[in-house]
């Protein structure tokens, strides 16, 4: 167990819908980050959140957003979902900056699908 | 801008070695290695920062080449506990330095 908790664990939706994901990151952890995982395919970086404002943004689509709050939880907004946006999405947490030598603990996932 | 990593895939017989490579177009500040198994979170492995810093388990080495921003994973007298794939994160110089850019993977099959 990472410390790290999303929620839900599973998610089954429609086309065209809105979702909303939840991180909860390891007590002490300011920095959150959020990957898409499809089908066999690596870690997609989204985007970044540290001590409540957006860090870095990577591949995150427009209908996607995020927010850090000031309790460091986070949340994922996917709207006008399609078909291809099905995949696991990870969050995980840092103390600090993974350049500084920070070590990323992940959640569990949350494996969303679309029909 | 993503790390090409190499092989894509690997089969080992218990008790052999093998060594995972990561490599960069772009000047590393840091790379990272975490192992993940199939529907599961990656785990962290080890974190090589330049200036030859290191952190991670004690079980697992790896090196860091500065110059050819490169970096190799070796695993020695494998178990069949180390199936996974592995995938390599590196920080480049003139970003954020806060996030990581991960490869592809390498998938790892251990066999008795």
């Known amino acids: 167990d990472s410390g790290v908790t999303q929620t839900p664990k599973h998610l089954i939706t429609a086309t065209g819908q809105r979702v909303t994901l939840r991180c909860s990151p390891r007590s002490g952890d300011l920095s959150v980050y959020w990957y898409q995982q499809s089908l066999d395919q690596g870690l997609q970086f989204l985007i970044q959140y540290y001590n409540g404002e957006e860090r870095a943004k990577g591949n995150i689509l427009e209908r996607f957003s995020a927010q850090q709050f000031p309790d460091l939880h986070s949340e994922l907004n996917l709207s006008s979902l399609e078909l291809g946006d099905s995949a696991l999405y990870f969050c995980?947490?840092?103390?600090?900056?993974?350049?500084?030598?920070?070590?990323?603990?992940f959640g569990p996932g949350t494996r969303l699908t679309v029909l | 801008q993503q790390p090409v990593q190499s092989p894509q895939a690997v089969i080992l017989r218990e008790g052999e070695d093998a060594v995972i490579n990561c490599s960069s177009s772009k000047a590393l500040y840091s790379v990272h290695w975490y192992r993940q198994k199939h529907g599961e979170a990656p785990i962290f492995l080890m974190i090589l920062l330049k200036g030859g810093e290191q952190k991670g388990h004690d079980k697992i080495s790896a090196s860091f080449n500065e110059k050819k921003q490169q970096s190799s994973l070796y695993l020695t007298a494998s178990q069949l506990s180390y199936s996974g794939t592995y995938f390599c994160g590196t920080v480049h110089y003139g970003g954020s330095q806060g996030n990581l850019i991960f490869g592809k993977g390498t998938k790892l099959s251990v066999k008795p």
């Open positions: 995980a947490s840092s103390v600090g900056l993974s350049g500084a030598g920070n070590e990323q603990f």
